[in-house]
């Protein structure tokens, strides 16, 4: 019997535990961006602020690891990518014990937002990397694949954990459960494989700190669209010259991520070491991938964002039902991710990727059509399927592509791209999504009012006064006890509530079409992304698998 055969079995058991752990330390990163959704008007009491306290704390979770990723990859590159993952979980590990026990909010922003933060963007472009190093060409697109779709399941099933964790324990059970699990991960990493740094470059202060600034500003602008509005300023809102502060934060970060690019060209004429090489987008495999990617987080953050809600506020379901009925997207996107690469190991990227983007497409067309007034929680099931079964496919493909553009002593820096592209596209789903979502609800809320004859014209004008910046997504109980609270007559308090059933719908349908439609946009974009599977590694380190 030849060596291999005897030391296969142990390779395969070695590249099943590095796959499960950086595919857990993935669940742990996207956890925390969904999980407290649910319970932040406890977080917020028991920690002694508002829930406009907790959602900042949430908001610059995310503006931290969008503003840290790009410098995260490269000081992978620099230290190792083993020995950057091993210092990012020990920065999170940290962070979530602190918020376990915060005793007020800044001790929560402290561990919550930057020091959870910042261990994402050490850990998150070093798992890119490590799967170029520890598989094979040929099993990467499956390792990839399941680590995505650790990440989508994580910001699924995060509602569900936190409601359970919050009805029946405390909220902060969950981040005691996130140093437990880093402690596990730290104890299995020790089978993950790393190449020696060959050389160590200098580290580009002036490049991290422009492009920090300029995606953190962007990124914070982009959050803050909801509250201030998109291009006029909503009433109360800052402006200049007319136009919201939203819109002057991102003019401002990408002007500043100009400075960023331009900073990096005089690196390289001059032979000085960039934050980023940017020959790396001029390789059209690599782009094609990089704007699939962010189109995908975009639709996809932004259906995690308008599905639960419909589920939970329209139709009233709690936490826990509302993360059960999602579970179908969780396992179709599982099922596509694990057996798409292990069914047809040589099917073409490219029609992969294409039937991706046609199942979001269909999933988020579908719903928007089957939902209706007398519509029940069954009603997402089949639409979330199809969701999640093009959200496996992509995942399925879309890491390998990138990173398979480039030798794999670029993967580090690839995978700070990467995991950047994915931010600004969460984000900016996210935003557009609730965007449409309360434009929407406030025209046909108001449209309908306007319209009822048993609403005086006063009431009505009231009515389009206070709701100018927006109206609430409430549900009916919320509305209703609204209503009498104010003493509003019955007539008109029953015209109120149908009014806002109808918005609700016509709200969800709205944001959910304008999410079919990128499905559509980003199906143009498909014809960058490669037809046969890459056959060799990617430049350096193939020899070095665990699988």
């Given at each position: 019997m030849s060596a291999d055969a005897v030391t296969s079995p142990a390779r395969a058991a070695a590249g099943k535990t590095v796959l499960a752990t950086l595919a857990a330390a993935q669940f742990l990163m996207a956890l925390d961006s969904s999980v407290m959704n649910v319970s932040i008007a406890t977080v917020a009491s028991d920690v002694g602020t508002t829930v406009t306290g907790i959602q900042g704390a949430i908001t610059a979770y995310t503006l931290v690891?969008?503003?840290?990723?790009?410098?995260?990859?490269?000081?992978?590159?620099?230290?190792?990518?083993?020995?950057?993952?091993?210092?990012?979980?020990?920065?999170?590990?940290?962070?979530?014990?602190?918020?376990?026990?915060?005793?007020?909010?800044?001790?929560?922003?402290?561990?919550?937002?930057?020091?959870?933060?910042?261990?994402?963007?050490?850990?998150?472009?070093?798992?890119?990397?490590?799967?170029?190093?520890?598989?094979?060409?040929?099993?990467?697109?499956?390792?990839?694949?399941?680590?995505?779709?650790?990440?989508?399941?994580?910001?699924?099933?995060?509602?569900?954990?936190?409601?359970?964790?919050?009805?029946?324990?405390?909220?902060?059970?969950?981040?005691?459960?996130?140093?437990?699990?880093?402690?596990?991960?730290?104890?299995?990493?020790?089978?993950?494989?790393?190449?020696?740094?060959?050389?160590?470059?200098?580290?580009?202060?002036?490049?991290?700190?422009?492009?920090?600034?300029?995606?953190?500003v962007f990124v914070y602008g982009v959050l803050r669209t909801s509250e201030w509005g998109w291009f006029l300023p909503k009433p109360g809102a800052p402006s200049w010259l007319g136009i919201s502060a939203s819109i002057w934060l991102m003019v401002a970060g990408v002007l500043v991520v100009w400075l960023f690019l331009l900073w990096q060209t005089r690196l390289m004429r001059g032979g000085r070491d960039p934050l980023v090489d940017l020959s790396l987008f001029a390789n059209r495999q690599l782009t094609g991938g990089l704007i699939m990617f962010f189109l995908q987080f975009l639709v996809q953050m932004g259906v995690f964002f308008v599905v639960p809600l419909y589920l939970s506020v329209a139709l009233g379901l709690s936490a826990i039902r509302t993360g059960v009925h999602i579970l179908p997207l969780s396992l179709s996107l599982l099922a596509a991710a694990a057996l798409i690469p292990r069914l047809f190991p040589h099917v073409s990227p490219r029609l992969i990727v294409r039937l991706g983007v046609l199942g979001l497409f269909a999933g988020a067309l579908s719903l928007t059509a089957a939902l209706d007034a007398d519509s029940s929680a069954a009603v997402v099931t089949i639409?979330?399927?199809?969701?999640?079964?093009?959200?496996?496919?992509?995942?399925?493909?879309?890491?390998?592509?990138?990173?398979?553009?480039?030798?794999?002593?670029?993967?580090?820096?690839?995978?700070?791209?990467?995991?950047?592209?994915?931010?600004?596209?969460?984000?900016?789903?996210?935003?557009?999504?609730?965007?449409?979502?309360?434009?929407?609800?406030?025209?046909?809320?108001?449209?309908?009012?306007?319209?009822?004859?048993?609403?005086?014209?006063?009431?009505?004008?009231?009515?389009?006064?206070?709701?100018?910046?927006?109206?609430p997504f409430l549900s009916d109980a919320q509305l209703s006890?609204?209503?009498?609270?104010?003493?509003?007559?019955?007539?008109?308090?029953?015209?109120?509530?149908?009014?806002?059933?109808?918005?609700?719908?016509?709200?969800?349908?709205?944001?959910?079409?304008?999410?079919?439609?990128?499905?559509?946009?980003?199906?143009?974009?498909?014809?960058?992304?490669?037809?046969?599977?890459?056959?060799?590694?990617?430049?350096?380190?193939?020899g070095e698998s665990n699988a």
């Open positions: 690891m969008a503003m840290f990723m790009v410098p995260g990859g490269k000081i992978g590159a620099m230290i190792g990518r083993k020995r950057a993952f091993m210092i990012g979980c020990v920065v999170y590990g940290c962070g979530s014990l602190t918020t376990a026990l915060a005793p007020n909010l800044t001790v929560l922003l402290l561990g919550w937002s930057l020091l959870e933060g910042l261990g994402a963007a050490l850990i998150l472009p070093a798992i890119v990397a490590l799967v170029a190093l520890n598989f094979p060409v040929e099993r990467r697109p499956a390792a990839y694949g399941l680590i995505a779709a650790s990440a989508a399941v994580a910001i699924g099933l995060g509602p569900l954990i936190g409601g359970i964790a919050t009805t029946y324990f405390s909220w902060r059970w969950v981040f005691a459960g996130e140093v437990a699990a880093v402690v596990a991960i730290l104890g299995l990493a020790r089978r993950v494989v790393d190449r020696p740094v060959e050389s160590r470059p200098r580290f580009d202060l002036i490049g991290a700190f422009l492009s920090a600034t300029g995606l953190g639409p979330l399927l199809l969701i999640g079964l093009g959200m496996g496919a992509l995942a399925s493909q879309l890491g390998a592509v990138t990173v398979s553009a480039v030798p794999d002593s670029r993967s580090a820096e690839v995978g700070g791209i990467q995991n950047t592209v994915t931010n600004l596209g969460s984000s900016i789903g996210t935003a557009l999504a609730g965007s449409i979502l309360i434009g929407t609800l406030t025209t046909s809320f108001l449209t309908t009012i306007e319209k009822n004859p048993a609403v005086p014209a006063s009431v009505s004008a009231q009515a389009s006064t206070k709701l100018a910046a927006g109206a006890a609204a209503l009498n609270e104010a003493n509003v007559p019955p007539q008109q308090a029953e015209a109120a509530l149908q009014a806002n059933s109808s918005a609700r719908l016509d709200a969800v349908r709205a944001a959910l079409a304008l999410l079919a439609l990128i499905a559509l946009v980003a199906f143009c974009f498909t014809g960058r992304i490669p037809k046969r599977q890459p056959e060799g590694a990617g430049g350096d380190g193939a």
